[in-house]
């Protein structure tokens, strides 16, 4: 079995940030957020992995994550030329894809739980096509799912205004190479894209069998700046376990499951988990609260930040309070003295904020 891993799109709901690079290379617990995915691929045992990437952001990917030796994967890059829908994307995929069963997965979605449930249901009822599902509380936001005895798919509806269940999509799919035949038969969508709900609903209305698998455990799509402050906090709150190899000084606190990278240093300053503060950070005379990423080569003077993304090499001085907020890399943000507004930003790479 192969994976296709989707990693290219515009990633226009998550702008500015997304102006400057790939969205799949946005941190989520100072990790990229494909980074999750491919261990996820890595732990199901697939080694041979398809990685689509977009002209414009391409090579940003290919840089994090080279040939995948880290994950002891070979990665094949394939260009797709234009955001022409999923369906289009396995099509710019067919050569490498031959003739083989596929694991499809959206770069940019994380869940927590490993794939190897949802291949086993695949193999074990010898289907075309098996989908990963999640209850949700707005099924009418998402693709849906209608579900048969023995759950096998009805049929797929997006977005529905009266949805027949609270099942809703999420980004990861297994295929059997008859998923190329149906995508061969259908048309564009109204918005112009092959989408891969038409592809599959072709497969269903084939009644070649399409089964579903549904997770207990969650699932997020980072698309959006909440839904991506939402990832940080889950994960900071499942997988991170105290280990403190950074300075901390006499005067410093760190409380709960805080993760210092080595050469962080910590001055006076209080630290409240679950927390990740990565190589090189200088906190000085401030606070980190809890559900914060601070990314490499940060310096945070005077501050307090609260359920924050912070990237690399950024510069915070001075700020009353900083929360949820997102901040892109090389972003400085100070504020003059006696200043006592909360602030709430999203800020692409270089930014500069005085206040």
């Known amino acids: 079995m192969k994976a296709l891993v989707l990693s290219g799109g515009r990633g226009n709901r998550l702008r500015p940030i997304t102006y400057t690079g790939a969205k799949q290379l946005v941190p989520v617990a100072n990790r990229p957020i494909l980074f999750y995915v491919l261990d996820n691929i890595a732990q199901a045992g697939i080694t041979d992995v398809g990685m689509i990437v977009s002209p414009e952001t391409g090579q940003g990917i290919r840089e994090a994550v080279g040939a995948g030796d880290p994950w002891s994967i070979k990665v094949h890059y394939i260009v797709q030329d234009r955001p022409g829908g999923l369906a289009h994307a396995v099509k710019s995929a067919r050569s490498f894809l031959g003739d083989s069963d596929f694991v499809m997965y959206l770069g940019d979605n994380l869940i927590g739980s490993r794939i190897d449930g949802f291949i086993r249901t695949f193999l074990n009822a010898n289907s075309d096509a098996v989908i990963l599902l999640k209850a949700v509380q707005e099924p009418s936001h998402f693709g849906v799912a209608e579900i048969g005895p023995a759950g096998r798919v009805i049929r797929l509806i997006e977005k529905p205004k009266e949805p027949p269940s609270n099942l809703a999509l999420v980004g990861v799919y297994v295929f059997s190479p008859k998923i190329h035949t149906a995508i061969d038969a259908i048309s564009p969508s109204p918005r112009g894209e092959l989408e891969i709900t038409d592809a599959i609903q072709r497969l269903i209305d084939w009644n070649l069998p399409v089964q579903s698998h549904v997770i207990e455990e969650w699932w997020l799509d980072t698309g959006k700046k909440d839904d991506l402050l939402a990832a940080n906090t889950v994960v900071l709150d499942e997988w991170i376990t105290r280990d403190i190899q950074g300075e901390v000084d006499a005067s410093s606190q760190v409380i709960g499951r805080v993760k210092i990278e080595r050469g962080a240093k910590l ?86 904020v005085e206040l």
Not at 287 to 302: A, H, K, L, M, R
């Open 267 to 352: 001055i006076r300053s209080k630290i409240r988990g679950p927390a990740v503060i990565g190589e090189r950070v200088v906190i000085k005379d401030s606070f980190v609260g809890p559900y914060s990423s601070i990314g490499n080569g940060t310096e945070i003077d005077q501050s307090v930040v609260e359920h924050c993304v912070v990237m690399e090499n950024c510069r915070i001085s001075n700020v009353e309070r900083l929360e949820d907020s997102v901040l892109g890399k090389n972003v400085e943000v100070t504020t003059h003295q006696g200043s006592h507004r909360a602030l709430r930003l999203l800020l692409g790479d270089d930014s500069k």
